[in-house]
Each structure stands twice: as structure tokens, then as C-alpha cells.
């Protein structure tokens, strides 16, 4: 790296440093997993020192389930499938990840790794099954359009309750993934009669 181009690293502030320090992990998570994962490592990734981290995650772990977030929040654009059962299923696949994807053996680390930290695991739990309402909305917005739902479906708390039985199944049942069999269940027997099913309130 250039003497400029090092400078120019050195000057990033706020919401730039932030991300390059967040990616910076999510790389590091993905080559060494949780247990590899060093405040000095990422800080030399990112082109930052260890204060820069210290000021925004007060450890390792704060840091890793930030990374993790980051990373959870990406990967969710509502899919068009142009059928509710399928894009519905495409979600909760996309959530759930393969066991051997990189993203499950990342949460398989973390979960592992930070069962000291209440706080941040019950984080974690929460974000292995994150749909985000405004996805949701989105999906059974367009099912509404095409007349496989009726408009009184489009309710935050109706919208996300697959996901919400999804988030279930890993907090009770102490998973990373859940078989494909228990995602089609929760479809096909709760959430497509749920939704289909809502009439106005009277």
C-alpha cells in the first residue's frame, strides 16, 4: 500500500471506519472462525489500531455478533418468485442457511463461543432467525396484489410469524439450522392458512 493510500485509510471517521472494521471481522470470522478471531487482527485487516475497535465494541464478542448482524442483514432482499408459498420458503431458506454454509459454521462458532455473554447470545439467537417486518411486508404485499392474500394480512406481527416459529425452533430446540422439512411444516400447516385465513376486524 501506498504512503497516500495509507494515509487516506488513516483519516476515515464515523460511519466509514465503522464499516471497514465491521467487514474487516466478517473476513476474519470466515478464515479462522470465532475462536481465531483477534482485536489485533481485525485491526490490522481494516487499516485501524485497537482503539478504534475498543471505542465502539468493548470486547470480542460485541464486535463478532456485530459482524455477524451485518452480515445476517445482508443477505435478505425479498425474493419475486411470483408465487407467496415459494418466495415464503426462499426467505426462511435464505434465514435458515445450509448446515455447511459459511454463514452457519460462523453462527456455530459464535454460539459456541460466547455462551458467557447472556446478552449477546440471546442476540444471536434472535438474529439466526431475523426476517426484518419490512421484507416480510413486502413479500405478502405483492401475494396481496396478485389476490393470494387477503389485504388484512398485512399486519407486522401476522407477516413475520414464520420467521418467528422459525426463531422458536433455534432457541428451544438450541440450532443453528432446522431441517427443511420443519420450514415446509411451518408453511404449508401455519403461516399460508394464517394469512389466507384473516378477515377484517369488525
Known sequence: MSEEAAAKRGRRRGAELESAILR????????????????????????????????????????????????????LPPPDTGELREDVLTLLRGVNCGPSSPQAEILRGL????????????????LAAEGGAGVWLTVVGRAVARGEAPPEALHPRVVTVAVALLRNEYITRGLSTVPDGVLVEIVDEVYLPLLRGRAPVR
Do not use: C, F
Open 24 to 75: 474487516a471481522a466478517q473476513e476474519e470470522l470466515a478464515e479462522s472462525g470465532y475462536a481465531g478471531l483477534t482485536m489485533d487482527r481485525v485491526a490490522r485487516r481494516a487499516g485501524t489500531n485497537k482503539n478504534a475497535i475498543y471505542r465502539r465494541w468493548p470486547n470480542r464478542a460485541a464486535l463478532a455478533v456485530a459482524a455477524y448482524r451485518r452480515l445476517a442483514t445482508d443477505r
Open 111 to 126: 454460539l459456541a463461543g460466547i455462551g458467557d455473554e447472556p446478552e449477546l447470545l440471546a442476540q444471536l439467537h434472535e
